[in-house]
């Protein structure tokens, strides 16, 4: 019950976050699922342009199986995987992404829109699960200026330089 009213919250945020983008309907949010698995193993796996070498396939079955009420989100143009995130949730206090990578194909249909879409769903999330700050972990040192112009501040109290915080 619990994992189900978890998932349709995340669902919900995926949606608002499409609305308030205003980009349209070829636009989706959705839970990280095989399919998304399976896309980023075809495609972004072994592509010379990724910045990271995460293994998306991976890292989203840990945290889905070890925070089964994780923020978690995987970005779609049609049939174009864009963009992942993911991140743990701690039901009292904040939704933290600890990942996200966008499509390393520069030619991908969001391109440059997919940090924007995953602080707005996670934001969403945030507000239908009542909790007080959204955190960024281990941020990438050149996209501090760009987090701080979406309201994002360094906290480090959290025990690093390259956290940041929205409350």
Known sequence: MARSAHAKRLTLAGVLAVAK????????CEIIASVARS????TWLAHPGRP???????LSAGFQNNHP???NAAIWYDETLCGLAIG???????????????????????KGRVIEIVLTMAEAYRQLIVVPELRLH????????????????LA???????????R
């Open 69 to 71: 009420k994780c923020f």
């Open 156 to 166: 480090p109290d959290l025990a690093g330089s390259h956290h940041m915080v929205r």
């Open 39 to 42: 896309a980023f193993t075809e």
């Open 52 to 58: 990271v070498d995460w293994d998306w396939a991976a």
């Open 138 to 153: 281990h941020v990438d040192p050149d996209l501090i200026p760009l987090y701080k112009r979406q309201g994002f501040a």
């Open 88 to 110: 743990a949730v701690n039901q009292d206090r904040f939704v933290a992404l600890d990942f996200l990578e966008g499509n390393p194909d520069p030619t991908h249909p969001l």
């Open 21 to 28: 983008s205003g980009l349209g309907p070829d636009i989706r």
